[in-house]
């Protein structure tokens, strides 16, 4: 349902809109009322081609009926382009399109402003009047873009702390591992020397069985100690579970879907059961760049993200609407950053648009590291 609401809130809009440009009676000329009607009806569109809906509206405002689908579509322009400087030629031009009319019909038939005063005063309060409904989407816009901003300091706080308390948790779980492997390992080894001993100098055979079993079980109690204990230490904390890791690499998305973000998230049936540990990082910060950037730079714009396999390689792809001119910083540090994380195991990254949408695409091939190997 709240895939759908931005929907049905447009379509809201454009019907009330649309009808309200017919109800004015006896209404000169008479062909202003379809396309007040048609400029309302466009309003349908307002989020995806805001330019195009403001384009739709000159002709109603030709007629002198299209005052509000004109600054409902300028509102929409404000919040998709809250540039100024992009905002001002539609402005301006609207303003020209309203003023166009009155002009008309004081050179035919003489009713209008008088003086060259009272015309820049009817200019100006065009003007402002076009130009309120572009600054009030101009400031939803960028408070909702501040407020992403807080949200992602707010989440790089919380990785900071999470990362502070893994780092002490690890730390702790090092040391605790190395104590059990002095102190076990060392009476362990004593049990071997010991056995080893018997076994040489024992009188009977059957001793000397029941010493060279005991050495065994005790080398091998060290070596599968050594080994668990290894396990134990350079494990991360915070990797998912063997057949787990899709949820994991996922999470970003997941969070900021709970936050009230609109993000799809795509997984394909053909996934691998399990993926290397360095790669599954990699992947999991590929979704966490790709959904900062959608939400900082294209705030209110939905986000899609979709997680695939071909067999060999795992593909993460983060795709949202654009919402202005692509930022540089998407296309940035971040993302040079994570080619330096991905390369290294034979994969690939890129960052462009593609029509009207900004992509964010890695791929990571499913093998095991080389031992040491880290993301």
């Known amino acids: 349902m ?8 447009d379509v809201a809009v454009a019907a009330t809109v649309a009808i309200a440009g017919i109800l004015p009676s006896g209404h000169e000329p008479s062909w202003a009322y379809p396309l007040s009607f048609a400029a309302g009806a466009a309003l349908v569109f307002r989020r995806r081609f805001p330019r195009l809906v403001v384009l739709a509206s000159f002709p109603a405002l030709l ?27 539609w402005v301006v031009a609207t303003t020209v399109v309203t003023v166009a009319p009155v002009a008309y019909e004081a050179l035919r038939t003489g009713n209008g402003p008088q003086t060259w005063g009272g015309w820049v005063v009817t200019v100006l309060v065009v003007l402002l009047l076009s130009g309120a409904p572009a600054a009030v989407g101009q400031l939803v816009s960028t408070r909702q873009q501040l407020a992403a901003s ?4 707010r989440a790089a706080e919380a990785e900071r702390d999470r990362a502070v308390a893994a780092r002490a948790r690890a730390d702790e779980r090092t040391r605790m591992a190395r104590d059990v492997h002095d102190v076990v390992g060392h009476y362990a080894s004593l049990i071997a020397v010991q056995a080893s001993a018997m076994e040489s100098t024992a009188p009977d055979e059957e001793t000397r ?12 109690a060290l070596e599968e100690m ?15 579970a063997a057949g787990d890791w899709t949820r994991w690499v996922l999470q970003p998305a997941e969070v900021a879907r709970d936050a009230g973000i609109e993000v799809t998230i795509d997984s394909g049936d053909d996934l691998p059961a399990e993926v290397a540990e360095p790669a599954l990082r990699a992947l999991h910060r590929v979704v966490q760049e790709g959904v900062t950037n959608a939400v900082k730079h294209s705030p209110g714009a939905a986000v899609r993200v979709t997680l695939g396999s071909d067999g060999r390689d795992v593909r993460v792809e983060i795709r949202n609407a654009l919402a202005g001119e692509p930022t540089p910083a998407a296309g940035g540090s971040g993302v040079v950053g994570l080619g330096d994380r991905i390369r290294p195991l034979g994969g690939t990254v890129t960052a462009c648009p593609d029509g009207e949408e900004w992509v964010l695409a890695a791929t990571v091939p499913v093998v095991r590291p080389i031992d040491g190997q880290q993301a």
């Open 150 to 153: 807080v949200d992602a300091l």
């Open 226 to 240: 050594r080994s668990a204990v290894t396990d134990w230490v350079e494990r991360p904390e915070g990797e998912p």
């Open 63 to 89: 007629g002198q009926l299209g005052t509000i689908p004109a600054g409902v579509a300028l509102y929409s322009l404000g919040r998709a382009r809250p540039s100024s400087r992009s905002l001002a030629p």
């Open 209 to 220: 069985r029941t010493a060279a079993t005991l050495r065994g079980l005790s080398s091998r």
């Open 2 to 9: 709240r895939r759908w609401r931005p929907v049905l809130l």
